[in-house]
């Protein structure tokens, strides 16, 4: 089965973070599986690196040498999914129960993830709870 990465486990593999070593033993682990992402990831990398810049946790040249590892992660072993209607009619119906507290965002990575039939790997608990009331099985950090 492939596993979908949301941003989350992403960033925390290519810049310092709190579970930055739980992720880079996940990744070492996981070297040979089928990796998944949506260009929503890459948004959502280059959203977080912004951030990062802004409140001085990287610098600018940080930003870019990650970024450029990024694609280099995006050439060699991940595997984009295109995003289609389907996926945000998906998100919108994972977004409408309330009781699961998504985000637009997050309901559309759970949504690619489900209809690419792959297992979640992400840091972010309202996805990870989310995610088997969904049927989207998932893979703990």
Known sequence: MSTYLDASVVVAFLTPEAHSDRVERWFGDNAASDLVVSPWVTTEISSALSIKLRTGAITLDHRASVLARW???LDANVTTVSVTDAHFDAAARF???????LRAG????LAIAAQSGCTLVTLDH????AAPALGIPIQPL
Do not use: E, I, Y
Not at 126 to 129: D, H, L, Q, R, S
């Open 126 to 129: 309202a996805m990870a709870t």
């Open 106 to 109: 997050d309901a559309l990575h």
């Open 71 to 73: 694609q280099q992660m």
């Open 95 to 101: 977004a409408d129960r309330h009781d699961l507290g």
